[in-house]
């Protein structure tokens, strides 16, 4: 939003520098986003044509002798409609820098004819709409400055983020932000009240509102008026905000509308039937906006319609079929507050957001401004249109909005900001806004402060007026308690540290996933939570495995790294029993290590990860993979168990998914269930005594069939052993038809006898090494 | 006796000279000081002589033994020093080539930015929540004084789910659940991944980061929050960082402010990232508004309290000088392994 420095010294009668302005009011109000100088440029004077001809080179220009003062004469190349020696044009000299179409104007060459300048249509000054032609002058002596001769006075303009204030619609115009500027600077705003209706009898205006919920006010009034174009002042006015000049009437609804914050409307009152009506549309009605758009309309739309149909979509646009154009010769004048939240909705749903659609857009606009933004309108008709009121007022106001009171308790203002703002300070920073405050605790609220409720909000207008820069800072003082430890949280960081230290790295994905991808991945998709309105394809369903997207992330780093480990520990969502929304935190790693086995690294990265929380080993268990798993390799991968109860997948991708999602090299992964994983774990894990007696290690090779799984055979082994076994491993896998057999292997074990006692003697590492190999031999015969 | 050390003496000294490697000395050093060395030997024959000569000779056996050792230990560090004396130029390499360096992994570095906050917050006594992502209307909005008919709660900026479920916008989804649970005074910080239905660009994204922090207890004012701000600034960026609050609104809060930066990209000079205003909006706070306070049944005629929603993202974005936001979720390991 754009307000402007010439409009705000209306109201206020003091020096202000835009500059220490912008700021102030960044601290105080509202942030400004851009200080902005408008206007004609200086260096844009009047020139006097000499001579004017066809380009030699082009069609569309003409080149022009151009006199610019009384011993200077320069070439333009100019183009549009030739203008004719005598006229009088504005001429940007070399180095103008025209904000308007955001040109800088040089010395250049136009298709072979050196030009020295420029001369300027409507358009390029800022002033008006009008490219086809440059501008011809009426008045003006060569060499005098454009801005000069036309009385068109430079401005600053302030550029608004009105998004942070939508709790504040007064601020939408410049009256309301002249009383704020005019409080943070200590000189209240001087608001003078436009002259009231004349109570004549005349004829009444027909209206009736039957969307009365819809519609807290509704006014308007017909009047003749005689159209034409807008005095320079105004027209400036509407530049300085960007806004073009129609005619008078139109500029004068919009000026009022940038001036109170209230959107007027003007209807071409011989075009339509009365009575208006303000009511829904029908579902399907159709009306074309004065930007000649034609929109179908729903039902729950507010539209404002004469007897046949609608004439404007309430608080958005008009109707182009009732325009005021430079025909009309009545017109009834509006003046209404609509329900915000309709309007917005309105305006989202038709994809039309209009100035007078974000005013109504705040949060509940003041009916009262009405009793301002109408008379005002009427009286700059009658000053600049010759207006005439030919009927009554009409006025739906079903409930006035009376002003309001808050009690202020001083003492808790000043402990709330923490600062020490005495009493007369507090009682002239509210005066200063426009509040009425007497001696006592009551303050008085204006109806256009919408937003001052309850003591909380005058605390805030206190702080801010006072500066929040002012308030000295003080660190809060209380128990020095600490504070309750995230148990949850303790294990995603030990969980994060243990696979970062196995040399995996963090990555993050997105908590969506593609119905493509699902599908490719063979998971089910009627398991995944739907969005409803996703921007994209990506977005439209959310992740119920993590395994998606981090094979997207393979995919992408294996074109730059032969060697990588990723994990993600984050959230899938999906639905329960009784439609719950169900959320698990999942920890899922994949690995890329050509030539090496991948099934045996992932394992020990996951080994790894439940040593580091504490979970002992004999509590894991791998159960072969289940058959109908499409997205895991159906031989090499492993649903695992602690404590009995399965809590994921460790092995490898299935290589077909790899291929159909373009990943080349294989992939070997865990997928864990947090929430279980960290129930298993330990916070202090037992201490093993380490023995200071020797330890004896013997080898034992074992021949089995390959169904037989080494967990059994080294749980067999444990079991006989006891606690002589100081360790047990795998060492050597052997697979050899000619010499351990068909669908055979060989293995073989080194197991590590040793006691926490005393020296095992050889006989007694034999009686036990005796009844491991029994034990063991007993499981590798099946 | 005395007689026969001497011939041993001289005898070994002149092998122990002669010796040309590690392993002849050790011959020599087993010949004459070995356990059945003719030393040892020699002086296990004393236990036949009288008193006064075992006098004589124990004391002169003694000295021996240890200076023919000594001579040994010598001759053996002599050996080792010459096998190693020209390492120098057999071994010499070009210390200028590059090391093999570990396989490591590195934590994203939201994660790191993340710990790094809980850190500066357990050490002012917070606690650490954590609330779920997909969230309901109430948590995300009822609960927070949200009008029923805000924009907010519209589908425009916010993800829907079918099942009525939202995409939490905010972790302050965490005040109402966590002032209900606890007793003032409450001090706690919520970090996690939220979501924003907008379309991504290199400034944009639907999915970011934020931890949202309060604090509530009897007395506490916008000047406690100006404080916990300042210091948590200087915690993170480990200097004095130039800052300001400013008026702000959302409807949780009032006041509500925005806390601003120097920008650190261009020190204040003014650049694209702060639109040359020389600051940036860096996280949002305000005092908590008493309907939220009542809707978690704490009483606002009693207690009062601060909040704020640090953007992650954004600070990590400051601190690295990253100009794409979009690089946190793409996996890449050439960004991620840079921190």
Wanted: one cysteine or more; hydrophobic letters at 40%; proline letters at 5%.
């Amino acid at each position: 939003m754009k307000i402007s420095l010439n409009w705000i010294r209306d109201y206020i009668k003091a020096d202000i520098d835009p500059v220490d302005l912008a700021r102030q009011m960044t601290m105080h109000i509202v942030e400004v986003e851009d200080v902005i100088t408008t206007g004609i440029p200086p260096s844009v004077v009047i020139g006097e044509i000499i001579e004017s001809k066809s380009h030699p080179n082009s069609d569309q220009l003409q080149v022009a002798q151009v006199k610019i003062s009384a011993d200077k004469i320069l070439q333009i190349v100019y183009g549009g409609v030739a203008v004719k020696a005598g006229d009088k044009v504005p001429v940007a000299t070399a180095g103008t820098c025209l904000p308007a179409v955001n040109l800088t104007v040089g010395e250049r060459s136009l298709r072979g004819v050196a030009s020295q300048g420029m001369i300027c249509a409507q358009d390029e000054l800022g002033i008006g709409k009008d490219h086809s032609r440059v501008m011809v002058l009426e008045k003006g002596e060569v060499g005098q400055r454009v801005a000069e001769a036309l009385s068109i006075p430079g401005d600053t303009v302030l550029e608004i983020e009105n998004k942070s204030i939508p709790h504040r619609p007064d601020l939408m115009g410049h009256v309301g932000m002249a009383r704020e500027i005019g409080a943070i600077m200590g000189t209240p705003a001087v608001i003078p009240a436009p002259a009231p209706l004349d109570d004549a009898k005349l004829p009444d205006l027909k209206v009736s509102v039957p969307a009365q919920d819809a519609v807290p006010r509704y006014d308007a009034v017909m009047l003749e008026v005689n159209v034409g174009s807008s005095p320079d002042w105004l027209r400036a006015r509407l530049a300085s905000l960007g806004i073009p000049a129609i005619n008078n009437v139109v500029d004068i609804t919009n000026y009022v509308m940038f001036d109170s914050g209230e959107p007027l409307h003007a209807f071409d009152a011989d075009k339509i039937k009365l009575p208006i009506t303000v009511r829904l549309a029908q579902a399907g009605e159709k009306i074309t906006t004065i930007d000649s758009k034609e929109r179908e309309l729903k039902a729950t739309h507010l539209v404002i319609a004469d007897t046949d149909r609608p004439i404007a979509i309430a608080g958005i646009m008009g109707g182009k079929a009732s325009e005021v154009t430079s025909e009309t010769k009545r017109v009834v004048l509006e003046a209404a507050v609509f329900y915000g939240p309709g309007v917005w909705k309105t305006s989202r749903e038709i994809g039309l957001t209009t100035d007078a659609s974000i005013r109504f857009s705040k949060k509940a606009l003041d009916p009262n401004i009405v009793d301002y933004a109408l008379p005002k309108a009427v009286e700059m008709l009658k000053e600049l249109a010759g207006a005439k009121i030919i009927s009554n007022r009409y006025s739906h106001y079903p409930r006035p909005v009376q002003h309001w009171t808050v009690d202020l308790d001083f003492n808790r203002a000043r402990k709330f900001i923490g600062a020490e703002i005495v009493d007369e300070e507090i009682r002239k920073i509210l005066r200063n806004l426009g509040l009425e405050v007497g001696e006592g605790s009551a303050i008085t609220i204006p109806t256009y402060r919408t937003d001052l409720t309850g003591p909380e909000d005058l605390y805030e207008e206190i702080a801010r007026t006072y500066g929040y820069d002012r308030i000295p800072k003080k660190l809060p003082v209380g128990e020095l308690r600490p504070a309750t430890e995230n148990v949850e949280l303790h294990w995603e960081r030990v969980a994060r540290e243990a696979l970062t230290t196995a040399g995996q790295s963090e990555v993050y994905t997105y908590s969506f996933n593609d119905r493509k991808t699902i599908e490719q991945l063979g998971l089910p998709l009627q398991d995944h939570l739907k969005v409803m309105n996703a921007l994209s394809p990506e977005n439209e369903y959310m992740r119920a495995s993590l395994i998606p997207n981090l094979l997207g992330v393979v995919r992408l780093n294996e074109a730059n790294f032969n060697k990588f480990g990723i994990f993600e520990l984050g959230h899938v969502y999906y639905e329960g029993e009784d439609k719950k929304t169900i959320e698990e935190r999942m920890l899922c790693g994949m690995l890329i290590m050509p030539g090496e086995d991948l099934f045996k690294h992932a394992k020990g990265d996951f080994e790894y990860l439940a040593m580091r929380l504490g979970i002992p080993r004999k509590s894991l268990k791998y159960r072969p993979l289940e058959t109908g798993n499409a997205t895991f390799h159906p031989g090499q991968a492993a649903l695992v168990e602690a404590f009995g109860e399965a809590i994921g997948y460790v092995g490898r991708i299935h290589p077909q998914v790899l291929r159909s999602l373009g990943i080349k090299n294989e992939v070997g992964f865990f997928d864990i269930n947090f929430e279980k994983l960290s129930v298993a774990a330990t916070v202090i894990k037992g201490f093993v005594h380490i023995s200071e007696y020797p330890s004896v290690a013997r080898d034992l090779t074992l021949t089995m069939d390959e169904k037989v799984s080494n967990e059994d055979v080294e749980w067999a082994m444990q079991e006989a052993g006891g606690d002589l076994i100081k360790q047990l491993d795998l060492i050597d896998i052997y697979r050899d038809v000619a010499k351990v057999g068909e669908g055979k292997k060989a293995m073989t074990y080194r197991i590590i006898y040793q006691s926490h006692a005393k020296t095992l003697t050889d006989a007694e590492v034999e009686k036990v090494h005796s009844r491991v190999i029994e034990a063991a031999g007993r499981v590798a015969k099946g | 006796m005395l007689e026969k050390l001497k011939q041993i003496e001289s005898a070994a000294r002149a092998e122990i000279e002669k010796a040309g490697d590690e392993n002849a000395l050790e011959t020599v050093r087993l010949a004459y000081l070995g356990r059945k060395g003719k030393l040892p030997l020699l002086l296990r024959g004393m236990k036949d002589l009288s008193d006064e000569e075992k006098r004589a000779v124990g004391p002169a056996g003694n000295k021996l033994r240890q200076d023919l050792e000594s001579l040994v230990a010598a001759k053996s560090r002599e050996f080792l020093s010459r096998k190693y004396q020209d390492l120098a130029r057999r071994e010499k390499i070009d210390v200028t080539e590059p090391g093999i360096p570990p396989e490591y992994g590195e934590l994203h570095i939201i994660t790191q930015t993340r710990y790094e906050i809980e850190e500066i917050f357990k050490s002012m006594g917070y606690e650490i929540t954590s609330t779920p992502e997909v969230d309901s209307e109430y948590y995300c909005f009822t609960s927070l004084n949200f009008p029923a008919d805000h924009p907010a709660r519209s589908d425009w900026d916010t993800f829907k789910l079918e099942n009525g479920m939202i995409p939490r916008v905010h972790t302050s989804t965490a005040q109402n659940r966590v002032m209900k649970t606890r007793k003032p005074p409450i001090r706690a910080i919520n970090p996690g991944r939220c979501f924003r239905n907008e379309r991504t660009d290199a400034r944009h994204e639907h999915t970011f980061y934020q931890v949202e922090g309060f604090y509530v207890d009897e007395g506490v004012s916008i000047a406690n929050l100006a404080a916990t701000m300042s210091e948590v600034l200087y915690q993170v960026f480990k200097k004095k960082i130039e800052h300001r609050l400013r008026p702000g609104y959302f409807p949780f809060v009032e006041p509500g402010f925005e806390l601003d930066i120097k920008c650190q990209i261009c020190g204040g000079k003014g650049c694209p990232v702060c639109k040359y205003t020389s600051w940036v909006e860096l996280w949002p706070c305000g005092m908590i508004h008493p309907n939220v306070l009542k809707e978690a049944g704490v009483d606002p005629e009693k207690y009062s309290g601060f909040a704020f929603g640090l953007g992650l993202d954004r600070l990590v974005m400051m601190r690295y000088k990253i100009n794409d936001i979009r690089l946190f979720h793409r996996g890449d390991l050439r960004f991620l392994k840079q921190f």
